[in-house]
């Protein structure tokens, strides 16, 4: 707060609305050095914060228990989960913003969000009982087919029109 202080009660010359546009444009210029000073390339920051933590994990592991040496890596573990959650957020929030200039206008960026909605929703492999790797779409019905039918039993003469024709239907018709 003390930077939008001192930004804002130094004085400006002109008619009102020319001091509060150059008050508004060199408070622009503070926030945007503090911005880089705090968050300036975060990415960077987070992979040597990690590396510092990797380096004294490794001198723990070489020399005999410390607790100066627990507490420092308990601080710096702090440090590094709290800047991975700024670099989230700040993903989070520049993906918002994209989102709002370039919205659903059938765009390439709404397409791959779009795609990579569908790809979080799909069943691309799975393992069976036995541990066999199921990677195609026919073996993967079957097992699913195979899954609920052992789940629920015998046929259940209430249920009717429930075929696996139907429920192969189902599957491949979700897959589109």
């Known amino acids: 707060m003390s930077i939008v202080a001192e930004s804002w009660h130094d004085e400006v010359d002109g008619h009102p609305m020319m001091k509060l546009f150059l008050k508004l444009k060199r408070l622009k ?9 705090a968050f300036g390339d975060i990415s960077d920051r987070v992979r040597k914060k990690r590396a510092e933590l990797e380096e004294l994990q490794i001198a723990s592991l070489r020399c005999d228990y410390n607790l100066d040496c627990e507490r420092q890596i308990e601080r710096v573990q702090a440090e590094v989960k709290g800047l991975q959650d700024a670099k989230e ?28 909605t569908k790809n979080k929703h799909t ?54």
Not at 90 to 115: I, M, P, Y
């Open 123 to 176: 069943i691309r492999a799975m393992v069976d009982d036995k541990g066999a790797k199921l990677d195609t779409p026919e073996q993967i019905e079957v097992e699913i087919i195979q899954f609920y039918q052992n789940l629920l039993g015998c046929d259940d003469a209430k249920v009717l029109g429930c075929t696996d024709l139907l429920l192969s239907d189902l599957f491949i018709g979700s897959t589109k």
């Open 29 to 37: 210029r503070s926030l945007k050095a503090l911005n880089s000073e």
């Open 89 to 116: 957020r700040f993903h989070r929030q520049k993906a918002r913003v994209q989102w709002l200039q370039e919205g659903d206008h059938s765009t390439k960026f709404f397409h791959n969000a779009v795609a990579v």
